[in-house]
């Protein structure tokens, strides 16, 4: 056993050393790509690499998911190294970016992936009270009177607040693009309206994910458009401009029924998952010992929301103006599926969970 794990090792020690040779390669065509302002992803060469990595799958005795899922890793790696090296040739090209509310969490986030892009950016937020600015930069805890030495001023701040301060950064008339980035936009909505009006330019956009997101990783924005949505992406194409940022445009006034579904029922299912079974009576230890690979995955995910912040979580309930449409529809769903369960009805049942299996997607 010692002799064998020594050889796997110094094999280990081989595919490392490769590794690093790999991403070094990597490197020089993401000097290249960014000389010559190419994609750093090119689905072709990737489609090509994960084929003929699945083709030695059996020679290497493991199965092709398994083969697909290293090299998937490597593609990964390979274009973080591609997207690092290019960030200085591309700053040149960046753009300047305020970020009201930069030291919060997201604004934390929005930060380094702006600034990974190639951007130059500063953060306003009132955390940074008694801090000096730096040179060529600012990090104030006010918001300053002149904003035109931006390009591009985000707003991310808490849900409630983002109609008062988005509000006051449009007050100073930048002749940059503004950025919200609420989760909801209802409470928004007259603010933006009364920018688009007065020729500001203003944009709406709801990033899918939280603070803890991977910067290599798919990146899914909602752009809630006020005007045609393709002109719209292209305003926002520059900034965004990253390997993984996938951008789904939606009108902005069907933005939070949307987001009533994907978010706030959501969000509704892991709270009553966890509020229910703190009425059971049992133990989480039990619960865990026994649980079946269903209650695992569930309570993970219900996990995952029940540790966010609970304001923000109530606002995301509170502030959309279809969460009634979304209730109704739980207690529905609920009342008829325990209808069927109490009845016996097995047909009735099937025809109720193929009903659901088909609006999550499952169109066998």
């Not at 973080?80 to 090296?85: G, P």
């Not at 040149?92 to 970020?99: A, E, Q």
């Not at 904003?147 to 449009?170: C, E, I, Y």
Request: charge should be neutral; aromatic fraction near 4%; charged fraction near 25%.
């Amino acid at each position: 056993m010692s002799r064998l794990r020594e050889e796997i090792a110094d094999v280990d020690r081989a595919l490392l050393e490769l590794l690093r040779r790999r991403l070094d390669l990597a490197a020089d065509v993401g000097r290249l790509k960014a000389e010559a302002a190419l994609p750093v992803v090119v689905r072709d060469v990737e489609d090509r690499i994960l084929t003929r990595a699945r083709g030695h799958a059996q020679a290497c005795g493991v199965s092709e998911d398994v083969m697909a899922a290293i090299f998937q890793a490597i593609i990964r790696s390979s274009v973080e190294r591609q997207h690092r090296v290019g960030v200085e040739l591309r700053a040149r090209r960046g753009l300047r970016v305020l970020v009201v509310g930069g030291a919060g969490a997201m604004g934390t986030w929005l930060r380094s992936f702006l600034e990974v892009i190639g951007h130059h950016v500063d953060i306003v937020d009132p955390a940074l009270a008694g801090l000096p600015s730096t040179e060529g930069s600012i990090a104030a805890a006010g918001l300053p009177a002149d904003l035109s030495r931006w390009d591009v001023v985000f707003v991310s701040v808490p849900l409630g607040l983002t109609p008062a301060v988005l509000g006051d950064v449009l007050a100073r008339r930048p002749p940059g693009l503004v950025v919200e980035i609420a989760s909801i936009k209802d409470h928004v909505l007259p603010v933006l309206t009364r920018a688009r009006s007065e020729g500001l330019r203003v944009a709406a956009l709801h990033p899918m994910f939280g603070p803890g997101k991977s910067l290599y990783e798919p990146m899914t924005f909602v752009l809630a458009c006020l005007d045609e949505p393709t002109e719209e992406r292209a305003r926002l194409e520059p900034l965004l401009r990253h390997p993984y940022t996938h951008v789904v445009a939606v009108p902005l006034a069907h933005h939070d029924r949307l987001m009533g579904w994907l978010l706030g029922l959501a969000h509704l299912t892991g709270m009553l998952f966890g509020a229910a079974l703190s009425r059971s009576g049992l133990a989480p230890e039990e619960l865990r010992a026994c649980a079946s690979t269903t209650f695992t995955r569930q309570a993970a995910t219900a996990l995952s929301v029940l540790s966010e912040d609970p304001d923000l979580y109530l606002d995301i309930q509170r502030l959309n103006p279809h969460r009634g449409d979304v209730y109704a529809a739980a207690r529905q769903a609920l009342a008829d599926l325990t209808a069927r369960v109490e009845a016996g009805d097995r047909e009735g049942f099937r025809e109720a969970l193929t009903a659901a299996r088909r609006a999550v997607g499952d169109e066998g």
